[in-house]
């Protein structure tokens, strides 16, 4: 499409927008000067990170004042995430004033009341209808979810909003505006390119859309405080353990208890090959997945920052899959063969260019919890660097632990809970070891410790393993995941040992994580995506249609 530009100011993963953008048949230009935003016949403004870095980013790129030159002339301009956020006057994110286009300023979810950031699916109400050719709903439909992932929003007041909201969503107690629309100006809260065909929908009427010619034609349809429900879902989550087998092919792996080998006769104990990446997350998103993690399992071996194959399996699978990828493995300084030192932060933002929404950091997060717990914080971390540019919203935290059993809390100073089933001499409580290294080596440290670390230091998720359950098919640990859940505001994705339908049932009935992750189950073909959320939806918990 000539004349389709993207405001792009360097933070975060546009690449998957750009994906889905070719995928629907359009190529799309990037916005290299000040004078190319009013070049533009249709232009899309993506943000990703935190508000203030974007306001601060158009404003040291001259791109402010043009930006909104731009949105007076009444082209079509589709704003995304902090992208949308930055048409309003403000945000309590930060200091700096907005382009001030809608009334309204910026905020954060109250934590007290549910996880935040709010990150996931959720439903939109519509509240304009159009009796024009011009679908000004842009295809949002009451019946769809779409990905969100933010801790600011703009609290819905109808007075205020009155010719901008074009949806709205409930969270928790708090009904936030979702997207707006007036004229040809349309944006989202949450990211059309990440949420599967019903995202794609939206983006194609922009991109196919003939504008918007008479603003009178638009009707407020709905008064959204009157029928507004919380329809945030549980996700279900697929996770590919990928390493080089002996061959040094990249295969998509699994182990028991973090032994990824098969046990032959021959003494020949091969990695176990259960598939490619790239393949196995397509399928993944077919079926139904709402997110889909990578762990780079052996990446604590040095490996270049320019040769890291994960990169090319990112490229690769962010042109066909659009929901939230994740990828974790090796996110710390990295040594290059000639000594050059790569930050954390760098090796992120290759990732994150390289289509990946999110980090997930493992052994760097143990060490930075230590680091935090004796000397306070630094600004250094990697959980720092890379929330401060890119949101604690793209910051996981892995986290590897296992049990250490004690007869009496009094046995050891970490945290103890009492264990569902007693240890080998009988003991009747555990406390839950960090592991660093893929599992190989033990800490100091217990995962009260760490979360609450990490949390204090930027994090935006926690991926929580267990290693005495993962590849057992006995269920998670719930004691584990309770007590991480009553540690921290952030939301926990429960993980290790899922196998059968019932697991997730009892997972979301017995603890409040927000998400569940498997992997041998769904690589061996034992339980189907689908098959999990039909019983789950059987059962009243909310998850995600997949629509195709
Ligand atoms: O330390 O930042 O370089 O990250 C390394 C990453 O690799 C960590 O996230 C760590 O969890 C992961 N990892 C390292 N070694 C292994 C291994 O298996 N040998 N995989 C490993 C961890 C655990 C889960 C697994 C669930 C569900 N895999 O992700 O997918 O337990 O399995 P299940 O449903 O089959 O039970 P760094």
């Known amino acids: 499409m000539p004349g389709l530009y993207m405001l792009d100011y360097g933070a975060g993963n546009v690449r998957s927008l750009v994906n889905a953008i070719n995928r629907l048949g359009h190529d799309i230009q990037y916005v290299s000067d000040p004078s190319d935003i009013l070049k533009a016949d249709k232009l899309i403004f993506p943000g990703v990170g935190a508000y203030g870095h974007a306001m601060e980013a158009l404003h040291n790129k001259g791109y402010a004042a043009p930006l909104k030159e731009y949105l007076a002339t009444g082209r079509p301009f589709m704003g995304i995430c902090v992208g949308m956020q930055t048409l309003f006057e403000g945000s309590d994110e930060s200091d700096a004033s907005g382009l001030g286009v809608i009334p309204g300023i910026t905020k954060k979810f109250n934590p007290a009341t549910k996880a935040v950031p709010h990150m996931g699916w959720n439903g939109v109400q519509v509240l304009k209808e159009s009796s024009s050719e011009q679908d000004v709903s842009y295809n949002l439909k009451d019946s769809s979810a779409y990905y969100f992932v933010h801790s600011y929003a703009v609290p819905y007041d109808s007075q205020k909003h009155k010719e901008w909201a074009l949806t709205t969503t409930q969270y928790g107690d708090e009904i936030f505006v979702s997207s707006v629309q007036k004229g040809n100006v349309f944006a989202t809260q949450f990211h059309p390119e990440k949420s599967g065909y019903a995202g794609l929908r939206v983006l194609n009427s922009f991109l196919t859309g003939k504008g918007v010619v008479d603003t009178n034609e638009v009707t407020l349809i709905k008064d959204p405080t009157v029928n507004s429900k919380d329809r945030f879902t549980k996700r279900i989550i697929a996770c ?309």
């Open 240 to 548: 590919l353990d990928v390493r080089a087998n002996d061959n040094g092919d990249l295969v998509v792996t699994k182990g028991d208890q973090y032994d990824v080998r098969e046990k032959s006769a021959d003494g020949q104990d091969d990695v176990r090959n259960l598939g490619k990446p790239v393949d196995l997350a397509k399928r993944y998103f077919d079926e139904g997945a709402d997110e889909v993690t990578f762990l780079n399992i052996t990446s604590f071996r040095n490996c270049p920052l320019g040769d890291t194959p994960m990169l090319e399996v990112l490229r690769r699978t962010s042109e066909t899959v659009f929901v939230p990828l994740t990828i974790g493995g090796g996110i710390r300084d990295v040594v290059d063969p000639d000594g050059t030192v790569h930050p954390a932060f760098e090796v992120a933002g290759e990732y994150f260019r390289s289509g990946a929404d999110k980090v997930s950091i493992g052994s760097d997060a143990v060490y930075a919890a230590e680091k935090y717990l004796a000397e306070g914080k630094d600004g250094k971390s990697a959980i720092e660097t890379i929330a401060k540019a890119y949101g604690a919203q793209a910051v996981v935290i892995s986290v590897d632990p296992r049990r250490v059993y004690v007869n009496d809390p009094s046995e050891t100073t970490h945290h103890v809970v009492k264990a569902s089933q007693p240890g080998p001499q009988g003991e009747q409580y555990c406390w839950y070891q960090c592991t660093v290294k893929g599992g190989r080596e033990g800490r100091d440290l217990d995962v009260r410790q760490l979360v609450t670390a990490c949390e204090a230091l930027g994090a935006g998720e926690i991926l929580l393993n267990c290693m005495d359950r993962d590849g057992t098919n006995s269920g998670y640990e719930l004691e584990l995941i309770n007590d991480v859940k009553a540690a921290v505001d952030i939301p926990v994705i429960a993980s290790s040992g899922a196998g059968n339908v019932g697991h997730f049932e009892e997972v979301f009935a017995k603890t409040n994580v927000e998400a569940a992750l498997a992997a041998g189950i769904f690589h061996r073909h034992e339980v189907p995506i689908q098959a999990v959320k039909d019983h789950l939806t059987s059962v009243g918990v909310a998850v995600r249609v997949n629509e195709t």
